[in-house]
Nanobody, 120 residues
Framework: VQLQASGGGLVQPGGSLRLSCAAE????????MAWYRQAPEKQRELVAV???????NYADSVKGRFTISRDNAKNTNYLQMNGLKPEDTAVYYC???????????????WGQGTLVTVSS
């Protein structure tokens, strides 16, 4: 299983970006899909998570500005980021909990980071 993240870049304060994360490979099911971020000299933190049934949860710092969604047919999740602030600048990592077979355990996988820079 590989997670391919894309969509980062440079944006001005108040702008928007959409991150995508596609799960590739052979597997049985995907449970939770999430985005984490890590700013320089800070610990990695959970930004948003979406369950297989579509329930979502967000960090307080992004509530009302970010929206996470998923397309189960495409094994892809999206993070729509609006109203970006300089403090949102970080490397964003996608994560997915994947069950490779129906009888096996679920495992956590990480995508490569994608840099989001919010600056004027």
């Amino acid at each position: 299983v590989q997670l391919q993240a894309s969509g980062g870049g440079l944006v001005q304060p108040g702008g928007s970006l959409r991150l995508s994360c596609a799960a590739e490979g052979t597997f049985y099911s995907i449970n939770d899909m999430a985005w984490y971020r890590q700013a320089p000299e800070k610990q990695r933190e959970l930004v948003a998570v979406v369950t297989s049934s579509g329930n979502t949860n967000y960090a307080d710092s992004v509530k009302g500005r970010f929206t996470i969604s998923r397309d189960n047919a495409k094994n892809t999740n999206y993070l729509q980021m609006n109203g970006l602030k300089p403090e949102d600048t970080a490397v964003y990592y996608c994560n997915a909990v994947v069950r490779s077979t129906w009888f096996g355990p679920a495992r956590s996988y990480w995508g490569q980071g994608t840099l989001v820079t919010v600056s004027s």
